[in-house]
């Protein structure tokens, strides 16, 4: 129960912001609860490094919530970010869900490679060649017409 | 590249504030849920009906005279065919700022009785990546097409390998690759875990990792479902085995797993040997040998070399190896001599 407490109290906010940036705030809290009652009933199968393990109840419990809801509940942002913060985030957007899940588990969640490979139930070598795909995808979209007439337009208004 | 990760950082939406109060209330709830049970005896008390169903209709098969044997017209040869993924990782570069090169390659192999033909360093390439966030990169080094070594005497080569073809004629069954172990039939090897430990050390003596190793490669080899269980059963009573219990591998497939100590490889130390099967055909899916303890940034728990095992079958054809690669030709390793 100590042990659980601990655990729960130290990964309660890494859980809660994995949720929000997944399934925006509203669901955020409900998901991170829900995340917890599983984790308590299968207390007996938490490994000592918890994180990971309750990222990856967390990533399942968010997928169900995407497959009841037809529209994503969209993430407010600060309006004060910069445009290079921006285009960021949107060349982000347009990779696949598979993509984002794979950078944003290291450059936003701060896991370790090792970490992000047992959130998504892969071998840490698949992890990094997962890993080195998506960053030339972004980099991609990032050099895309696309993003350079919007930062052109941006630049004019 | 590594800048686009930290760029993609400072993108980071902001972290939603706790509601402290909530947490506190919702602990209070979770932990006066009542927890699961440990899920073998559920599951014995939910299936024993079955069991003993199950067991009924084994004890009348086996009870039951045989029915003749209809006369086979003569089949072509049987094949054992393995098609395995590789990939291990080395430390290279400027021992004072190393970095990490990844191996990633496919097996083919077919076995027979007296012959096998194997396809070596299939779909192959040789990856730069650095050990750490922020750490060192092949391309901070200049993208050098060879990379020494860290603690060793070879360079390696980056970049995609040349696959090669062997066929070889050996007498009996080999076991791997690499492997000097020979058996003459596998189907005479015992399926008790003891009397299979006892043939095994004739062969590699007794060492409890050698012996490991070669009920490993008895595992993924063409023998019978109750000689592999008897060599996952003897792997966990070898000194120092751990049981690890239900693993999930793979893209989401689960199996069972056990692990032995392994010795230190020429970069690595606290090294173990981990092999998950699946529990219902006992198969093997992968094996993978792990770092326990952190090094060169690498976290506890890395694989340092990997096989998974894609595809173990009987086939009744021959082995299709690539049409433009020389039979037992030169073998461009990419690991070289300085």
Partial sequence: MEDFATVYR?????????????????????ITSETFTIAWRKAGQMPSNALPWLLGIARNLVRAAHRQTTTYELTDFPADDDFAVIELRAALSSLSEADQEVLTLIA???????????VLGCTTATFFVRLHRARRRLQAALWTPKFDSARESWKTS | MEDLLKDLAQAKPPSPEVDRD??????????????????RKQLVRRFAPLLVIGVVIVLAVVLLPAPPQPVQPASPQKWWHELTRQRSLMIVGDPAAPYGVYFDSKTDRWLAANQQVTVIQKDGEVRAFPLTRDGNTWENAGSPATVPQVGGNHLVRIG????????????????????QARFDSLDSLPAEPRELRKALETIVGNDAYRIGSLAMELISANVRDDQRRAAFELIKTLDGARFLGDVTVLDERRGIGVAIAAPATFQFSDVETQLVVDPQTGLPIVKKDVITTSQFGLPAQMPISEVDYLLLEQVGFEPIVPQDVPVNGEVESPIIER
């Fill in chain 2, 160 to 179: 995609p390998m040349k696959p090669a073809v062997q066929k070889t004629a050996v007498s009996g069954f080999q076991m791997s690759l690499h492997s």
């Fill in chain 1, 108 to 118: 936003w969640h701060g896991l370790a490679a090792a970490e992000a490979a047992q």
């Fill in chain 1, 10 to 30: 130290e990964c309660y906010p890494r859980v809660l912001a994995y949720a929000a940036s997944h399934a925006g705030p509203r669901l955020a809290e409900d």
């Fill in chain 2, 22 to 39: 909530r947490m506190e209330r919702d602990l209070a709830r979770i932990t006066a849920l009542p927890q699961e049970r440990p899920v």
